[in-house]
T-cell receptor, first 114, second 111 residues
């Protein structure tokens, strides 16, 4: 079946450091890939997505590239800010249809220190 | 911007009691989901709901669980007789053709 393996946290970085959170997946066919973010006290928010191989999703300075050859979708940001402190979830969906269930990783808690 | 709301934010209950978790999805959305996350584990799909009936459910969603949309706005998840292992964060999602919008979650603690 489909599964997502995500880098274990927690991750603590200083402000302006480079961020990478690793995510690999197992799926048949051509899934869509997502990063969701959960800020304290809030729901899961879509951060970025990619729907086919070699697509790059980007938002708020975060990027992730859909790599089919390595089955990966690593999240990166060049210079993190304190406001990026949150829990980050990698997820996949079997197709591009929104009404299909998401398969999530365990989440990575990121803390940025000023 | 429309958002999904969930109540309560935290529910503490004793083992064997019934609980109802409530969600108000985004109006005019037609698909609704419940997911849960046991502390330190993955977010897991529980059930999807469309046109007033369950469209898919996971192995977790046994006879102790039920969902309904009682009044056209609320979407509820009921656990009939809670167990310790039901302690988790429960997320509701309201779905369009392309994206799932999540609520803030209800933390359920079973003692």
């Amino acid at each position: 079946g489909n599964s997502v393996t995500q880098m274990e946290g927690p991750v603590t970085l200083s402000e302006e450091a480079f961020l990478t959170i690793n995510c690999t997946y197992t799926a048949t066919g051509y899934p869509s890939l997502f990063w969701y973010v959960q800020y304290p006290g809030e729901g899961l928010q879509l951060l970025l997505k990619a729907t086919k191989a070699d697509d790059k999703g980007s938002n708020k300075g975060f990027e992730a590239t859909y790599r089919k050859e390595t089955t990966s979708f690593h999240l990166e940001k060049g210079s993190v800010q304190v406001s990026d402190s949150a829990v980050y979830f990698c997820a996949l969906r079997r197709t591009n249809f929104g009404n299909e269930k998401l398969t999530f990783g365990t989440g990575t808690r990121l803390t940025i220190i000023p | 911007e429309p958002e999904v709301t969930q109540t309560p934010s935290h529910q503490v209950t004793q083992m064997g009691q019934e609980v109802i978790l409530r969600c108000v999805p985004i109006s005019n959305h037609l698909y609704f989901y419940w997911y849960r996350q046991i502390l330190g584990q993955k977010v897991e799909f529980l059930v999807s709901f469309y046109n007033n009936e369950i469209s898919e459910k996971s192995e977790i969603f046994d006879d102790q669980f039920s969902v309904e949309r009682p009044d056209g706005s609320n979407f509820t998840l009921k656990i009939r007789s809670t167990k310790l292992e039901d302690s988790a964060m429960y997320f509701c999602a309201s779905v369009t053709a392309y994206e799932q919008y999540f609520g803030p979650g209800t933390r359920l603690t079973v003692t």
